[in-house]
């Protein structure tokens, strides 16, 4: 055919010189190419933004599996939480009330004493509030045995009121014999130093007091 002889017989030096029908075929390739590659590279963005959206609506899904399920649980899990609302109130009504404290730091100390402990201090600090309770610190210092410090932890333990005692920058030691600081440790004498804490449960209106004493501190900043 004339069209495949006049490709075999073409002079690349002078392209202007190539026969029409020539030149209308390497424009159409032309056009080809330039149309398949702007479609390739279309298509690739639009494949990377289907499997971004692909992944989106698997995450979506998910997110709505887990809220639906929280919504259906949720007149169960609000029953649950007032449930554990009513165990604290009453875990914490256990604590010792305002009025009790006093007589119950001097249970504390009667029992150390009563356990055989040599008490040198024994002084409440200034309470701690918090938004249901109150921390009662306790700077002491107490000497005794192993056994007697163990007796009057269990012995605190059995008091009528819930006691909780917490050590903090506590240290226990070897005593030594009449305070003489290079003088060897009695026998079996430990001295306990340190701070321990106490606590107290918060009637309503001191808990509102509290509460109102924050708000107006938070709203004074």
């Not at 029908?21 to 963005?45: A, E, N, P, T």
């Not at 109130?89 to 100390?109: F, G, Y």
């Not at 009563?114 to 409440?124: L, M, N, S, Y």
Request: hydrophobic share 40%.
């Amino acid at each position: 055919m004339k069209f495949f002889d006049d490709l075999r017989n073409l002079d690349r030096n002078n392209i202007g010189g190539w026969p029409k029908s020539v030149k209308g075929f390497f424009v159409g390739l032309v056009v080809v190419v330039v149309l398949f590659l702007g479609w390739y590279f279309y298509i690739s963005g639009q494949q990377e933004t289907l499997a971004s959206g692909q992944q989106q609506e698997v995450k979506l899904k998910q997110e709505f599996e887990s809220k639906q399920a929280k919504v259906v649980n949720l007149d169960a899990l609000k029953a649950q939480l007032a449930q554990m609302n009513e165990m604290l109130s009453q875990m914490l009504r256990e604590l010792p009330s305002k009025t009790e404290m006093p007589a119950l730091l001097v249970n504390i100390s009667q029992t150390a004493q009563a356990a055989g402990i040599e008490t040198e201090v024994f002084k409440p600090q200034p309470e701690i509030p918090k938004e249901f309770y109150a921390i009662q610190p306790i700077a002491l210092k107490m000497q005794g045995t192993y056994h007697q410090f163990g007796t009057f932890i269990s012995s605190v333990a059995s008091l009528p009121r819930v006691v909780i005692l917490t050590m903090h920058d506590v240290s226990l030691k070897a005593a030594k014999p009449g305070g003489a600081k290079d003088a060897p440790p009695s026998d079996g004498e430990l001295t306990l130093e340190g701070t321990v804490q106490t606590y107290r449960y918060l009637g309503d209106e001191e808990a509102k007091a509290n509460d109102e004493k924050a708000a107006a501190k938070k709203g004074g900043h």
